[in-house]
């Protein structure tokens, strides 16, 4: 298995301009999580998905930011307008319900690098 | 709302030596998991061992085992024969035990880190 795959793995863009970042989860994981990780911050949930739908989305800081599942194997995190405080590195991860237990793990990508300047 | 501390921003580690993370959280949960991962340079997370609370026994993992202290709330990481690979930054992580499908029982809440280094 590939693991979790995000694209881009960096990426550099100016202040008001719009940010996809995009991730693949393991295939037969039900859910997704997107985290935002700062100096500052450290690792933080910003919203995660159950079998596509968002179940909690409480971390995401502001309505300039927006995330979607159009199917099991695909996910986005919009930023737009970016700022310069957006900077961070962004991870996925997917974990799965079988049996009626919930994974013990979380399988995380490799993360992307925004920096907005 | 549940928090998680790691008190030690770095440590360092002499080659072959044992080093102890600190972990301390914050719960009124009576059972949930815990977690240690590992952050290399390369940003991957990856696991390192996890801990069931409802298990009396403490994990092992090869080199890395843990201390388990429910009563007071501490998951402390010990890295024996400590090797250069080990260096990176270490995040204990705490997630409830809700076996209800859905729900907000999935996100793992994160400690601050603690950035080890092995010198030779």
């Known amino acids: 298995d590939a693991g979790v795959i995000q694209s881009p793995r960096h990426e550099v863009t100016e202040m008001g301009q719009e940010v996809t970042l995009r991730c693949k989860p393991i295939?037969?994981?039900?859910?997704l999580f997107w985290y935002r990780q700062t100096m500052m911050r450290g690792l933080e949930l910003l919203i995660y998905?159950?079998?596509?739908?968002?179940?909690?989305d409480s971390g995401m800081p502001e309505d300039r930011f927006s995330a979607k599942m159009p199917n099991a194997s695909f996910s986005t995190l919009k930023i737009q307008p970016s700022e310069p405080r957006d900077s961070a590195v962004y991870f996925c991860?997917?974990?799965?319900?079988?049996?009626?237990?919930?994974?013990?793990?979380?399988?995380f990508g490799p993360g992307t690098r925004l920096t907005v300047l | 709302a549940q928090t998680v501390t790691q008190s030690q921003p770095e440590m360092s580690v002499q080659e072959a030596e044992t080093v102890t993370l600190s972990c301390t959280y914050d719960?009124?949960?009576?059972?949930?998991?815990l977690f240690w991962y590992k952050q290399p340079p390369s940003r991957q997370m990856i696991l390192v061992i996890r801990?069931?609370?409802?298990?009396?026994q403490n994990a092992t993992e090869n080199r890395f085992s843990v201390n388990f202290q429910k009563a007071a709330k501490s998951f402390s990481l010990k890295i024996s024969d400590s090797q250069l690979g080990d260096a990176a930054m270490y995040f204990c992580?705490?997630?409830?035990?809700?076996?209800?499908?859905?729900?907000?029982?999935?996100?793992?809440?994160f400690g601050k880190g603690t950035k080890l280094s092995v010198k030779p």
């Open positions: 991860a997917s974990s799965y319900w079988t049996s009626g237990f919930f994974s013990n793990e979380q399988f």
């Open positions: 295939s037969g994981h039900d859910y």
């Open positions: 998905f159950n079998n596509n739908v968002p179940i909690d």
């Open positions: 719960t009124s949960e009576s059972d949930y998991y």
């Open positions: 801990q069931e609370a409802y298990k009396q």
């Open positions: 992580a705490y997630r409830r035990r809700r076996e209800d499908y859905g729900g907000s029982q999935g996100n793992l809440i």
